[in-house]
């Protein structure tokens, strides 16, 4: 028998879905509202110097790379298995167009996160 | 005439739009739909490691751009929609789980969910404070 590659994505998003659900909503308060606008938090957090600091360390590269990477996987996973529920046709293709799209995502962020150096 | 026109055909409802029927239903499509606000954040943060590998000005031009009234606008919905994804995700959870067990008995549902609202609440508190601390 074939072996099934359905657990893989699973994984993928369930371990996407519980970042997203313990982290994700303070994720988007910190760079999308309160750091941007100063507002609660001190604007030069995202000044280059400062994220550069944070992409350069080892763990902040992977906690970088973890949240965009399991994001993606987790929201391409989900939006693939809605695409019935709306009543669009499920081949092939849409699969190819949901995963590789993560995939896109997974290998965009890595290159950059490498280019940039220890 | 063909044959198969002319034999009676059974109503057969439309599926279109099915989930606007139900609370339920719009519920469960809107659970679904936090999806794309969490695919939209994690190609935001992919441009901008992407603008931050390519230099200083790029990364300020990204910075701009943050700071732009529809970037906050676009925020505020990616919030809303994480909010609603991590409420959901924890009231599904006692289902997707395998039973958990505690002294042999098993544990409540309305436990598991409060238990992982709880966890989103101290993780944020936590991270928002080392956001805070680095950033000062």
């Given at each position: 028998?074939?072996?099934?590659?359905?657990?893989?994505?699973?994984?993928?998003?369930?371990?996407?879905?519980?970042?997203?659900?313990?982290?994700?909503?303070?994720?988007?308060?910190?760079?999308?509202?309160?750091?941007p606008l100063g507002a609660g938090l001190p604007a030069s957090l995202l000044d280059y110097a400062h994220?550069?600091?944070?992409?350069?360390n080892g763990w902040g590269k992977a906690c970088l790379f973890l949240v965009i990477a399991l994001f993606?996987?987790?929201?391409?996973?989900?939006?693939?298995?809605?695409?019935?529920?709306?009543?669009?046709?499920?081949?092939?293709?849409?699969?190819?167009?949901?995963?590789?799209?993560?995939?896109?995502?997974?290998?965009?962020?890595?290159?950059?996160?490498?280019?940039?150096?220890? | 005439?063909?044959?198969?026109?002319?034999?009676?055909?059974?109503?057969?409802?439309?599926?279109?739009?099915?989930?606007?029927?139900?609370?339920?239903?719009?519920?469960?499509?809107?659970?679904?739909?936090?999806?794309?606000?969490?695919?939209?954040?994690?190609?935001v943060l992919t441009v901008g490691v992407v603008r931050l590998a390519q230099g200083e000005a790029a990364?300020?031009?990204?910075?701009?751009?943050?700071?732009?009234?529809?970037?906050?606008?676009?925020?505020?919905?990616?919030?809303?929609?994480?909010?609603?994804?991590?409420?959901?995700?924890?009231?599904?959870?006692?289902?997707?789980?395998?039973?958990?067990?505690?002294?042999?008995?098993?544990?409540?549902?309305?436990?598991?969910?409060?238990?992982?609202?709880?966890?989103?609440?101290?993780?944020?508190?936590?991270?928002?404070?080392?956001?805070?601390?680095?950033?000062?």
């Open positions: 028998m074939k072996r099934s590659n359905a657990p893989v994505f699973w994984v993928l998003f369930g371990a996407g879905g519980m970042l997203a659900a313990l982290l994700g909503p303070v994720l988007v308060l910190i760079t999308g509202i309160a750091a994220l550069l600091t944070l992409a350069r993606a996987w987790h929201a391409m996973h989900r939006i693939f298995h809605s695409l019935h529920d709306l009543g669009l046709r499920t081949g092939a293709l849409a699969k190819l167009a949901c995963y590789g799209g993560a995939l896109a995502i997974t290998v965009v962020s890595a290159v950059s996160l490498l280019s940039l150096g220890f | 005439m063909s044959v198969v026109a002319n034999r009676p055909r059974p109503y057969v409802r439309s599926m279109r739009g099915w989930w606007r029927r139900d609370p339920f239903f719009m519920r469960y499509m809107l659970r679904e739909a936090t999806a794309v606000g969490v695919l939209i954040y994690a190609i990364w300020n031009g990204w910075l701009a751009a943050l700071r732009s009234p529809w970037s906050v606008l676009l925020h505020l919905a990616l919030l809303l929609a994480m909010m609603f994804h991590a409420l959901t995700w924890f009231e599904i959870m006692p289902k997707t789980l395998p039973a958990l067990l505690i002294g042999g008995r098993r544990v409540a549902a309305a436990t598991i969910t409060r238990g992982g609202w709880t966890a989103t609440l101290v993780a944020s508190g936590a991270l928002f404070a080392l956001a805070w601390w680095w950033g000062s």
